[in-house]
């Protein structure tokens, strides 16, 4: 069982809507969680951290829930921009870094 | 952006032969990372280090072995490529356990 699972996609939605993924992880003693953003053959870019009490950066929410063991992201008011692949990562101990295979979304004009 | 640079960019090679790439920080910081990434698996740790001639192994570390003489290099070598090793190859680096900068990877190309 993989340790962390992303629904790979794609999301297509038009400009300004609002998208939502989730991620799952199968280890409950998981300690930290990220999300970032990948463009096409780019390095992967640190968008958010996600924290238990859930967190907001602009259009975008993080949200964690311990309980069902998964994490999200929502975007709101989508931008063309916004299109690229987005990963999740989770970790146990420092230095074991577990990341999703990504979950793509194309913003259409 | 954080300071890290990976050199070569790209690279082609044939199987069997030695590579090394190289992954070079201006951050200063304590901790660097060697990844692999490949359709259908998320990003895969190779080694990393947690200080200068502090190294350990990830989850896909077999071929791979590493280096790091000084905090800004961190090295990867292949002993003996294998087409199997054909990949993205990405250098992070994090000053603390958690939050990771990447560096812009290298394609490396197993013929």
């Known amino acids: 069982r993989k340790e962390v699972e992303q629904d790979p996609g794609p999301f297509n939605v038009p400009e300004g809507a609002t998208v939502a993924f989730n991620c799952t992880y199968s280890?409950?003693?998981?300690?930290?969680f990220f999300w970032y953003r990948q463009d096409c053959r780019k390095e992967p870019k640190l968008l958010m951290s996600v924290y238990s009490s859930g967190n907001e950066d602009g259009r975008f929410t993080a949200q964690l829930n311990r309980a069902s063991q998964y994490i999200s992201l929502l975007i709101r008011d989508s931008k063309l921009s916004d299109s690229a692949t987005y990963l999740c990562v989770v970790t146990l101990t420092g230095n074991q870094f577990y990341f999703g295979t990504g979950t793509s979304l194309t913003v259409i004009p | 952006d954080a300071g890290i640079t990976q050199s070569p960019r790209h690279k082609v090679t044939e199987t069997g032969t030695p590579v090394t790439l190289r992954c070079h920080q201006t951050?200063?910081?304590?901790?660097m990372y060697w990844y692999r990434q490949d359709p259908g698996h998320g990003l895969r740790l190779i080694h990393y280090?947690?200080?200068?001639?502090?190294?350990d192994k990830g989850e896909v570390s077999d071929g791979y072995s590493v280096s790091r003489s000084k905090t800004e290099d961190f090295l990867l070598t292949l002993e003996s490529a294998t087409s199997s090793q054909t990949s993205v190859y990405f250098c992070?680096?994090?000053?603390?356990?958690?939050?990771?900068?990447f560096g812009p990877g290298t394609r490396l190309t197993v013929t």
């Open positions: 951050e200063n910081h304590r901790y």
């Open positions: 992070a680096i994090s000053g603390d356990l958690y939050e990771q900068y």
């Open positions: 280890n409950s003693a998981s300690q930290s």
């Open positions: 280090s947690y200080g200068v001639k502090d190294t």
